[in-house]
């Protein structure tokens, strides 16, 4: 069965974004001297066979170009949105799912096989599928900046308690840490 995975790039704070969605802080972390390290992003999108974004995401991502060619692979982009777009990007394979978040997991596990689901976005969608333990692995780069207010990763969770399996670290030479947990299910 398909893997549900978060990767995702926050704030030393625990934001993802400012208070108005702005993301210019991802650009000074990532300007900072590294040392000539790289991040190789498609050793993770090689292994993905269907990824899940909501609606914010989906039109921040169009708008930024984030999605134009095959930047996280081939795999079906699964939007969850309240109504289908009039005007649909042709930007990737787009699947617009109105019937919420079981159904978009339903949908993109039978599309993954075996392969990995990842959850692109944004904080409120993640929150609801943390919320209904669908999430399986959470890969969390943490960024060394504080942004002070924005949107949090972690809020409006209904359990207070969630048990994690920290089983990989990795310190880069910019700073940022990046971390891989799973998520244990009781």
Avoid at 1 to 18: E, S, W
Wanted: hydrophobic share 40%; aromatic share 12%.
């Amino acid at each position: 069965m398909a893997k549900l995975v978060l990767n995702l790039l926050i704030t030393f704070d625990g934001f993802i974004a400012g208070q108005k969605d702005e993301i210019d802080w991802i650009e000074k972390v990532h300007r900072r001297e590294s040392g000539g390290e790289k991040f190789d992003f498609s050793s993770f999108t090689s292994k993905l066979g269907a990824i899940i974004t909501g609606s914010r995401s989906y039109k921040q991502g169009i708008e930024h170009g984030w999605f134009k060619n095959n930047a996280y692979g081939l795999s079906p982009i699964f939007v969850l949105c309240k109504n289908i777009p009039d005007e649909k990007s042709n930007d990737a394979d787009f699947r617009y799912i109105t019937t919420g978040i079981k159904d978009a997991h339903k949908l993109a596990s039978k599309t993954a096989g075996e392969k990995w689901i990842y959850l692109f976005g944004g904080a409120a969608v993640f929150q609801q599928f943390l919320n209904e333990d669908l999430v399986d692995e959470m890969f969390i780069t943490i960024a060394p900046i504080i942004i002070g207010k924005g949107i949090r990763l972690f809020e409006n969770l209904k359990v207070r308690h969630i048990e994690l399996d920290v089983y990989d670290v990795k310190h880069h030479l910019n700073g940022m840490i990046e971390t891989k947990t799973r998520i244990i299910k009781n």
